[in-house]
């Protein structure tokens, strides 16, 4: 049982170049989280889904994108990536609410020059 | 608006100290707390919640006890071992919310 898992684990981009972060979860969970990890700062909510098809925007959605074609897939989309995306991202699910358990993946690390 | 407060780290306990973090939080309902823990490298994982005023939640030795009348969720255990060594944090959730608010986190380093 795989759980929460997410691609790619770090990642290098110059600033302008774009990238597609992919988070799968194999509990058959109705809710997905994107979140950014900076320092001093905690988690905080980028855009969550409620279901398949479905996409709502968090705190912080400016310059990034999210799709969620398949209910176990939640992509995250930065268009055109600044030195302030610079951070560690994190994708969550959830049965049914944040009030749920959130089962969270291992993260990736994204530098933006 | 809403917020998580947590004690700033590091905070550094020698091998079977107690510890406690404190947490408290601003909110104008009565949410849900969580405390999750952070392993190095890894994602966050539940420790225990509490879903309403005087619940106390535990597991693996940790417990916190929501206290409305103080606003608070402080987390404790009676004996920390090095295995515990992580960064804590605190966070809520309104029922029929969407969002989950965090405290900052709080690094606990143990030495043996």
């Known amino acids: 049982n795989a759980g929460v898992t997410q691609t790619p684990k770090f990642r290098v981009l110059k600033t302008g170049q774009s990238m597609t972060l992919l988070c799968a979860q194999d509990?058959?969970?109705?809710?997905m989280y994107w979140y950014r990890q900076d320092p001093g700062m905690g988690l905080r909510l980028i855009h969550y889904?409620?279901?398949?098809?479905?996409?709502a925007k968090g705190e912080v959605p400016d310059g990034y994108n999210v799709s969620r074609l398949k209910k176990q897939n939640f992509l995250l989309g930065l268009e055109s990536a600044a030195p302030s995306q610079t951070s560690v991202y994190f994708c969550?699910?959830?049965?049914?609410?944040?009030?749920?358990?959130?089962?969270f993946g291992p993260g990736t690390r994204l530098l933006v020059l | 608006g809403d917020s998580v407060t947590q004690m700033e780290g590091p905070v550094t306990l020698s091998e079977e100290a107690f510890l406690t973090i404190n947490c408290t939080y601003t909110?104008?309902?009565?949410?849900?707390l969580f405390w999750y823990v952070q392993y190095p490298g890894e994602g966050l994982q539940l420790l225990l919640k509490a879903t309403k005023a005087d619940d106390k939640g535990s597991n693996k030795g940790f417990e916190a006890t929501y206290r409305k009348e103080t606003t608070s969720f402080h987390l404790e255990k009676g004996s920390v071992q090095v295995s515990d060594s992580a960064v804590y944090f605190c966070?809520?959730?309104?029922?029929?919310?969407?969002?989950?608010?965090f405290g900052a986190g709080t690094r606990l380093f143990v030495k043996a």
């Open positions: 889904s409620v279901g398949e098809g479905t996409t």
């Open positions: 966070a809520l959730v309104y029922t029929g919310g969407f969002k989950t608010i």
């Open positions: 909110a104008t309902g009565y949410p849900s």
């Open positions: 969550a699910s959830s049965s049914w609410s944040p009030q749920e358990t959130q089962y």
């Open positions: 509990m058959n969970h109705e809710y």
